[in-house]
Structures are given as C-alpha cells and as structure tokens.
Nanobody
Framework: QVQLVESGGGLVQTGESLRLSCAAS??????LGWFRQAPGGGREFVGA????????RYADFVKGRFTISLDSAKNTLILEMVSLKPEDTAVYYC????????????????WGQGTQVSVSS
C-alpha cells in the first residue's frame, strides 16, 4: 500500500512560478507522476518519472515550462512550474504506478488527494 501527500499549491499570477511536492511512503511502484484536472474537465497527464530517475516523459502542452524530479532519499516527487498561465489552473494530483504511467496510463495507479493551483490573469 502506498500513500501520497501533495503540497505546494496556491494562487499565483500569470508568468510566476510554483513548486509542488509529493511525499510518498509505503510500497512505492516503479513510476511516479503528475496529473491535473481543471474545472469541468477530465484528469490530464502532465508528466512522469521512473524511480531510478532515468526516464521522464511530459505532456506536449508542458513545452519546457514544467520539470519533474525525484528526491530519492526523501521519496519526494517534485513538479517545478514556471511561466504559469491561467489555463494551468487545476487541481494537481500525484500518482504512482507501473511503467504505463510514463505514457499517461492510469491502470493500477494510486492517487494523492490533490493540491489546487490557481493562476490569475
């Protein structure tokens, strides 16, 4: 069983940066990642990384603005976001699961409770 606790969300203005963290504990699978869900929308893949840190994948819309990293010593997943836009407003969820998570597949994935990111124009 795995537990995921996100933190770091908040309200920022367009163009500003934000850093999200996800503390993982328990039997952590091979891949960790981030999804987001905007109001009225579905859950959308943001990016993921293997526990070894050797492989990362991002959604196309990230376009170099977001960076995922893993502090292995602390079992903490990080999402660094820069140049934020109003369309980045969403609840951001941490997830962990099998390798399919690298491509946004949610089968067998465990979820955190989510953290709200709001970007004002």
């Amino acid at each position: 069983q795995v537990q995921l606790v996100e933190s770091g969300g908040g309200l920022v203005q367009t163009g500003e940066s934000l850093r999200l963290s996800c503390a993982a504990s328990g039997d952590i699978p091979i891949t960790l990642g981030w999804f987001r869900q905007a109001p009225g929308g579905g859950r959308e893949f943001v990016g993921a990384i293997t526990r070894s840190g050797g492989t990362t994948r991002y959604a196309d819309f990230v376009k170099g603005r977001f960076t995922i990293s893993l502090d292995s010593a602390k079992n903490t997943l990080i999402l660094e976001m820069v140049s934020l836009k109003p369309e980045d407003t969403a609840v951001y969820y941490c997830a962990t699961g099998p390798l399919g998570l690298l491509r946004g597949r949610t089968q067998g994935v465990d979820w955190g409770q989510g953290t709200q990111v709001s970007v004002s124009s």
